[in-house]
């Protein structure tokens, strides 16, 4: 059966739903720049770190990554943290910091220093948006952006693109 409508301008004048959403300020729908960050981010160049220890030992720095992927943390030296995630940061930077502050980690007693490590400022990602959408190009998002909320920058997808099917590449996969 072929159903045919009898006013053809009408089906020209409707228009597909939920295209518009994406018309809107993308900061709107950004997420908050306080909050959870997603733990898979991996640590890279431009990121601040803050390291905290607190009890016997009193110690709080703003670390920035520098381009080599390293930071420098007074009194210890450099360190290498490129690539790392939040929990291997952690890891590395409690047993390098383990070994100038024995409190940290006493052998066979309670430890009296504590330590933390937060991200500060992240650095900024660069996305690449190709396909069937009203504006393609590259755009420059937070790290807290999602793959939804990145639809409003660049306007969504055309009506000959879906929104059902939109895909995040990376490394080819």
Known sequence: LK???KNSSEDRSRKY??????????????ASQVGAVDPNYLI?????LIVMLWGE?????VLSVDKEGFIFIPEIG????????????????????????ASLNPYNK?????????????RPLRIQV????VQPGSYTVSPSTTLFSSLY?????????????IRLIRAGE
Do not use: C, W
């Open 3 to 5: 159903f045919e409508s």
């Open 17 to 30: 739903f939920g295209y518009d959403i994406f018309k809107r300020d993308p900061s709107v729908f950004q």
């Open 44 to 48: 890279g160049p431009g990121d601040e």
């Open 57 to 61: 030992t009193q110690f709080r720095q």
């Open 78 to 101: 450099q360190v290498f943290v490129n690539g790392l995630s939040l929990s291997l940061l952690e890891t590395k930077l409690f047993r390098v910091l383990s070994q100038s502050y």
């Open 110 to 122: 309670k430890p009296t220093t504590f330590f933390d490590v937060s991200l500060g400022n992240l």
């Open 130 to 133: 190709l396909g069937e959408v």
């Open 153 to 165: 920058y660049f306007n969504g997808p055309t009506e000959l693109g879906s929104l059902r099917e």
